[in-house]
Nanobody, 126 residues
């Protein structure tokens, strides 16, 4: 069983930075992807960023490209999301997710991910 534990959320002023962490346990991730998604009140969960564990290839939503950086630490089985130049519209609960055996390569789709963390709140004040 894969477990994902997020940390690092909080309250920050617009223009500030936060770093989220996602510690993974339970298996090695090989060619699987790990992603960050977010969900604001009244909205659907949306893709933020993803990283392919084996290659380190990264992907971003257009809304965060150039501001957010996803990275991994293989030794610690941890994925990070460095968030810079934060905007009020970045306010949401952020979720870490990992794909499973049925991963088809669509890293931006919620159904591709079998495992989810509990979420961490990020609030950006104007």
């Amino acid at each position: 069983q894969v477990q994902l534990v997020e940390s690092g959320g909080g309250l920050v002023q617009a223009g500030g930075s936060l770093r989220l962490s996602c510690a993974a346990s339970g298996r090695t991730f090989g060619n699987y992807a790990m992603g960050w998604f977010r969900q604001a009140p009244g909205k659907e969960r949306e893709f933020v960023a993803a990283i392919i564990w084996s290659s380190g290839s990264t992907y971003y939503a257009d809304s965060v490209k150039g501001r957010f950086i996803i990275s991994r630490d293989n030794a610690k089985n941890t994925v990070y999301l460095q968030m810079n130049s934060l905007k009020p519209e970045d306010t949401a609960v952020y979720y870490c997710a990992a794909t499973g055996r049925n991963y088809r390569g669509n890293y931006y789709r919620v159904p591709e991910y079998d495992y989810w963390g509990q979420g961490t709140q990020v609030t950006v004040s104007s």
